[in-house]
């Protein structure tokens, strides 16, 4: 019989190859039976590759939310995961947990049409997602956003620093996981766009800035998400200015060498050594 762990995730996302372990308090039930099984529980089991709820987990219960759930791939990864948080003696270190590794990567990239000199073509480096992630409060649409710790202290910081200056700062996206990238490239070439379309707008899945948990996109109120509009509003030019006091640094300016458009919005934490 397994051992429950009792210890709340509380500002944590747990991390593995197929299956994320989110605090139970931060997510919306999509449901009355996952609103009773979340409503006793400290964690929840989320399926990485479609982010289907799989299990709530309580000090007391599993509260399985799908058929099957002994069968679902990997799952032993994440009770590995909840071991190692109830086994930490002096608190929980998110960024000494690591990465995780490049899983079955490599055939995705090759189901796309892709090789290995994409990285070469674009100068982009394979990102590995991180085992662990800290809560940095909300994006513009209510969701929670994950980024390194590093990246998430910087984060509530410069966002505040800017307030003060009447400057507000909203993040539009943090952390995605290889999966979620995947599913942006397989919703565009439903829609008819080629892969060589795409890879002037998103990264490869692997390739992406926002795997490693360190990018943001970063809007205003009152602009569009992801529009170079944005480099027209008082919050892009008080960015311009200050992000670097914050670690912070625009990723994709006009003529980057990765053959990415312009992105504005697009800022990763990358703090002076």
Not at 91 to 105: E, I, K, S, V, Y
Not at 154 to 167: D, K
Request: proline share 7%.
């Amino acid at each position: 019989m397994r051992r429950l762990p009792t210890r709340p995730l509380k500002t944590l996302l747990l991390n593995t190859a197929q299956i994320e372990l989110w605090p139970a308090d931060v997510l919306r039930a999509r449901g009355n039976a996952d609103a009773r099984a979340l409503a006793g529980a400290h964690t929840v089991l989320r399926r990485k590759q479609d982010g289907r709820y799989l299990a709530a987990v309580s000090a007391h219960a599993v509260h399985p939310l799908v058929p099957g759930l002994i069968h679902e791939p990997r799952l032993d990864d994440a009770w590995d995961a909840l071991d190692r948080l109830e086994g930490a003696t002096r608190g929980f270190d998110a960024d000494a947990q690591g990465t995780l590794p490049l899983h079955a990567l490599q055939e995705r990239l090759h189901a796309l049409g892709l090789d290995d000199r994409y990285g070469d073509r674009s100068g982009l480096a394979l990102v590995a997602e991180p085992a662990a992630l800290a809560f940095a409060g909300r994006d513009r649409y209510r969701r929670p956003l994950w980024l390194t710790t590093a990246a998430a202290r910087a984060w509530l910081t410069m966002q505040r620093a800017a307030y003060g200056e009447g400057i507000v700062l909203d993040a539009i996206s943090g952390y995605r996981s290889h999966d979620y990238q995947l599913g942006i490239f397989n919703r565009k070439l439903a829609r008819g766009q080629t892969v060589d379309e795409i890879l002037t707008v998103n990264a490869a899945p692997g390739y992406s800035e926002h795997h490693g948990g360190c990018a943001l996109d970063i809007g205003t109120p009152g602009e569009p998400p992801a529009e170079t509009t944005f480099e027209n509003t008082p919050a892009f030019a008080w960015l311009t200015r200050h992000a670097g006091d914050f670690g912070y640094t625009m990723s994709y300016p006009r003529d980057n060498p990765h053959g990415i458009v312009y992105e504005p919005w697009h800022w990763c934490h990358r703090p002076a050594a």
